[in-house]
């Protein structure tokens, strides 16, 4: 790469601040102790290089220094670290027992540190935190622990949970994992049959339930909801109410109060490390969703990593991620309590009653890691948001971003609007592994648009279609060793075709993820979208990313999709769909702009042959646009065998993809090449069949 094409350097760390990190304590602990290299050295990125090559090439090693270095609780000890590494099927830490809401609450022991805040929670109803403390938190947890071995509940049971991102959830979270029971839970803004899809899979035995919430200004009733919740899942024996809009619980009912009311000491059932956990879920856009099983022993080492060497959290931090209980980001929020910091939970709109509501709740509450949507970022840079001149950020010093790629727009306006001495750690990973394949390191620099390495313990590289490297050129991301908190499976797949099919089938023995990833000559990664919906246009793949950051730049547009497809006459048709923001209108001024700007700032190949303006976009219930499932639907398969309409925020966006579908099967195939610059716009916003 020529010194032209360097990416613009956005933060350096303070080399007074990296030597006194945790992460170069870890180092030097490492070298001395299990042969790691030492992080001396004129350049921490190349320190930080040397660790992460150890990291993969000496599995056992790393790990063992991980679990040395944080303390991990065996009650009886492993006869190995990894005693297979095949994948799937690798084996970590066999003989080894022991319980992760023993160590996410074992801060609380300290009498030091029982009366500091374990969580902090902030909903819609006034900004002052309520605190829960350690000492507090062990008691419910303890209380409600005891309460369900009372009710018969014990280890390889499962837990389900209908509830917002409040401090109950993770009180229930918690004294499930302290019997030994399997978690899981979505969030209220889930229908019932995005729920049932999800629950029905499990068979729980517990369910955990609000009457509603409040979201965006208003208060939502659920009770409906879970009234068909209980009537489908016919393994529920009890259900828990939680009034979080004060209404009675329903018929057969127990009151969350009743069962929290007296505070215990919890006890922990000490599991194998590869006892299920918690179950998560994929997204489910074209079926049943996936049932995702992670492992006590697995969650817990990866998450005291990430959590503390990565993000640098330690005792007296406060840590802040917006997200729900329905995306894996809440299960991964709680890994703040595994390495002694308070988290802050937050129930509300991501924008309520302002666009600058996330970051009202990080100054309100001293926040000093905050973590949120790559979304959020670039609408905050949208309507003009200055949260570094407004509010008074002083003890944020890392802002987390994913969730999807973040635009160098948006890192540019974090260091902007926040300011220099902040770091960005803009992370890469997903639910199936509940953690981030690639990151920051707060002993590595940020450059523009990229993401600062890959994280320790992952061997991430970037292939071609034929297992073959690639560096500085956009590949599949794969993992060729495994992780601790990679699947042990998935529920109800006992011959684990599901789970091989989901990552092994490509490259047999090798994790195949579903991304395009750039890893640069100098380590640094860029991830372009998901593979499993590439655009390949005469023959070059493009990231539908990189084309949604040029066109939503673009003030008139509030956001857009891209779909490729392959035609049978061998035509590839790429139309690019637009949400219109208030006032604007797709006329051809706007349509030579979108043209203009994918063709100098991307090339001629990302230039749509179509621009049709649709109402709204379907996502997942996780808020990540839909592609596949679009791309079905306009390949001619039915709506209702193309996406599973539970898995969608808004299954009424998708009939504006259907209608469009069938106007153009009306008109017979295309024929002859396409402009979008000069001809191919459509506007579909109402019933009526688009026009030609």
Not at 299 to 316: R, S, W
Not at 464 to 469: A, H, K, N, T, Y
Not at 531 to 551: H, K, W
Request: glycine content about 10%.
């Amino acid at each position: 790469m020529s010194s032209e094409e360097q990416p613009t350097l956005l933060w350096t760390p303070d080399p007074a601040d990296a030597a006194a990190c945790r992460l170069t304590a870890f180092q030097e602990f490492a070298a001395r102790r299990h042969g790691a290299p030492g992080s001396t050295g004129p350049r921490p990125e190349a320190a930080y290089a040397r660790l992460h090559r150890w990291s993969v090439d000496h599995l056992d090693d790393f790990w063992r220094a991980v679990t040395d270095w944080f303390g991990v609780r065996f009650a009886t000890p492993p006869t190995a670290v990894l005693a297979d590494a095949s994948m799937p099927g690798a084996r970590w830490f066999p003989g080894a027992t022991l319980n992760y809401a023993e160590h996410a609450l074992r801060h609380g022991e300290d009498p030091h540190h029982a009366d500091a805040p374990a969580i902090l929670h902030v909903d819609e109803t006034g900004p002052e935190p309520r605190v829960i403390t350690w000492s507090e938190l062990r008691g419910q947890v303890g209380a409600l622990a005891a309460e369900l071995r009372r009710l018969g509940v014990g280890p390889g049971d499962r837990v389900a949970a209908y509830l917002p991102n409040v401090p109950q959830a993770a009180v229930a979270l918690l004294a499930t994992s302290a019997v030994g029971a399997i978690w899981t839970s979505c969030s209220p803004d889930f229908g019932a049959r995005g729920v049932l899809d999800r629950f029905q899979q499990i068979e729980p035995a517990v369910l955990f339930a609000v009457d509603g919430c409040r979201f965006g200004g208003k208060e939502r009733d659920r009770t409906g909801v879970v009234a068909d919740l209980r009537a489908n899942l016919p393994s529920v024996r009890h259900t828990v109410h939680i009034p979080l809009l004060g209404t009675p619980a329903p018929d057969g009912a127990l009151e969350w109060g009743t069962l929290t009311a007296s505070p215990a000491e919890p006890v922990f059932e000490r599991v194998p490390f590869d006892h299920p956990l918690w179950v998560l879920y994929s997204s489910g856009t074209t079926g049943l969703p996936k049932a995702i099983v992670h492992s006590h022993g697995g969650i817990t080492v990866e998450h005291l990593k990430q959590a503390g060497l990565h993000l640098d959290l330690g005792p007296g931090d406060r840590f802040f991620w917006y997200t729900s209980t329905g995306w894996m980001m809440w299960n991964f929020l709680l890994a703040g309590l595994l390495v002694g910091a308070s988290v802050v939970t937050y129930d509300g709109g991501p924008a309520h009653p302002e666009p600058d509501a996330q970051w009202r709740v990080a100054a309100g509450t001293g926040t000093t890691v905050f973590g949120t949507s790559a979304a959020y970022v670039m609408a905050c840079r949208k309507a003009g948001v200055r949260p570094g001149r407004d509010l008074d950020l002083r003890r944020l010093r890392t802002i987390g971003v994913t969730g999807s790629p973040l635009p160098p727009d948006g890192f540019r306006w974090i260091h902007d609007e926040i300011g220099a001495r902040v770091r960005l750690a803009s992370m890469s990973g997903g639910t199936d592994l509940c953690s981030a394949f690639v990151g920051g390191a707060p002993t590595l620099p940020v450059h523009l648009g990229e993401i600062p390495g890959p994280s320790l313990g992952a061997a991430v590289e970037a292939w071609d279609p034929f297992g073959e490297p690639l560096v500085d050129e956009v590949g599949e991301l794969v993992v060729t060793k495994p992780i601790p908190s990679m699947p042990t499976g998935f529920w109800n797949d006992p011959d684990g075709h599901r789970h091989h099919d989901s990552y092994f089938a490509m490259f047999p023995g090798v994790w195949r993820h579903g991304d395009w990833i750039t890893l640069t000559s100098r380590g640094t990664v860029v991830i372009h979208g998901r593979s499993d919906s590439t655009l390949n246009r005469n023959g070059v793949r493009m990231g539908s990313s990189d084309i949604y950051e040029v066109v939503e730049r673009l003030p008139q547009i509030t956001e857009s999709l891209v779909i490729g497809l392959e035609e049978p006459d061998g035509g590839y048709w790429m139309p690019l769909f637009v949400v219109l923001a208030d006032g604007a209108a797709l006329d051809d001024d706007l349509r030579a702009a979108i043209a203009s700007a994918l063709r100098g700032e991307l090339s001629p190949r990302h230039v749509p042959d179509e621009i049709i303006a649709v109402p709204s976009l379907p996502h997942t219930l996780t808020g990540k646009r839909i592609e596949v499932p679009v791309k079905r639907i306009l390949s001619g398969i039915p709506l209702e065998r193309a996406v599973n309409p539970g898995s969608v925020d808004d299954p009424a966006a998708l009939r504006a993809f259907e209608r469009y579908r069938r106007a153009g099967a009306a008109r017979g195939p295309r024929t002859g090449p396409r402009r979008a610059a000069a001809h191919g716009t459509r506007d579909v916003q109402d019933d009526r069949p688009p026009a030609r």
